[in-house]
């Protein structure tokens, strides 16, 4: 989904559709926003789940 998020701001700013690329940006965000919350969720459980120690750092 990042590559659609940055290729929609690539064609809007092509275009001059300064408000397409300013949402394409907003998805963009979102979208690594979502993807590093999900990755600290599973480490966490795994953590949790697997590991049951403190981590080293």
Known sequence: ???E???MIGMALAAGEAALAYEGVERLGLDVLLIVVGG????????IAFH????MV
């Open 1 to 3: 989904m990042i590559i």
């Open 40 to 47: 600290v969720l599973v480490v966490m459980f795994k953590q």
């Open 52 to 55: 049951r120690r403190a981590p």
């Open 5 to 7: 998020a940055v290729a």
